[in-house]
């Protein structure tokens, strides 16, 4: 064997061996993920049926649902996306873009703070300021997890749009574009994925909180009539069958995890997908 194919045959080794190890660090990572699931499929898979999915939850010792729970968390995060992703995005763009000064300074040492404030304080100050004058109701909780939503895509598109090359910016702005039309045609379409992930990413956060709902949203055991009604969530559902003391509803609350757990896997999922197609 000369040396040239001996070389081939050793960048040949290396490069397997360097993929078994990618494989098994990819394996470690997603091994959690597999795990949990396939614990709460097994503590709560004799409750899941289609009827758990569409039926409303019934009383203690009999087999319920949690279709009002799925709408009502879907309808609030749903309302809390339409104010945090543009507020977020906007101001990701402008401290990645404008952020030089005390007003940028004071922006981004604010939303640093926001993301550490726990959750339930979030729900605690919408309480006063919210419920206390107009009443539980989605809007209230939408409003607590727009603003836990609202500092993670900020920071997160900041520094997604800060990664875009500055000469990019420049061959934008030498064609005679304007710098918002840089912007919005080259910057954000050039993001558009990172931009995504980071979405989700909030998305997924709010989706499984518990603590600002039960001072915001409260819950219900129907499904509301209107915004302005105490709305039931999946996650303060789960919460209330978990300390209920019953075998039955704890079961249910097993269930209601792994709907939950899939639910945001195949909103990842389906995300992941559709930007692939438009790309």
């Known amino acids: 064997m000369n040396f040239k194919n001996w070389t081939y045959l050793q960048r040949r080794i290396i490069n397997w061996m360097a993929k078994i190890v990618l494989f098994l660090f990819t394996f470690l990572a997603l091994l959690p993920l597999i795990m949990i699931l396939f614990y709460v499929l097994r503590q709560g898979g004799n409750v899941l049926s289609w009827s758990f999915l569409t039926t409303l939850p019934g009383p203690t010792g009999s087999t319920g649902g949690m279709a009002n729970s799925i709408v009502g968390s879907l309808v609030m995060v749903a309302l809390a996306s339409i104010v945090g992703i543009p507020l977020g995005i906007v101001s990701g763009v402008y401290l990645s873009e404008y952020g030089v000064g005390k007003t940028a300074n004071i922006l981004r040492f604010s939303l640093d703070l926001l993301t550490c404030v726990p959750s339930i ?101 129907f499904y509301a009539r209107s915004l ?46 559709l930007g692939r197609v438009r790309s």
Request: aromatic share 12%.
């Open 121 to 221: 304080i979030v729900g605690i100050f919408v309480y006063g300021i919210v419920v206390i004058r107009y009443g539980f109701s989605a809007y209230a909780g939408a409003f607590s997890l727009a603003l836990i939503m609202l500092p993670i895509v900020a920071r997160s598109s900041e520094e997604i749009f800060k990664l875009m090359p500055g000469h990019i910016r420049e061959a934008g702005l030498a064609l005679g574009l304007s710098r918002w039309r840089v912007i919005l045609q080259i910057l954000l379409p050039g993001c558009r994925k990172a931009v995504l992930t980071a979405i989700m990413l909030a998305v997924a956060r709010i989706f499984g909180e518990t603590a600002p709902l039960l001072f915001t949203a409260l819950g219900n055991q």
């Open 228 to 273: 302005s009604q105490p709305t039931a969530s999946m996650s303060v559902q789960i919460f209330n069958w978990a300390r209920s003391g019953f075998a039955d509803l704890e079961q249910q609350a097993w269930a209601g995890s792994f709907v939950l757990v899939t639910l945001i896997l195949f909103m990842n999922l389906a995300t992941r997908f």
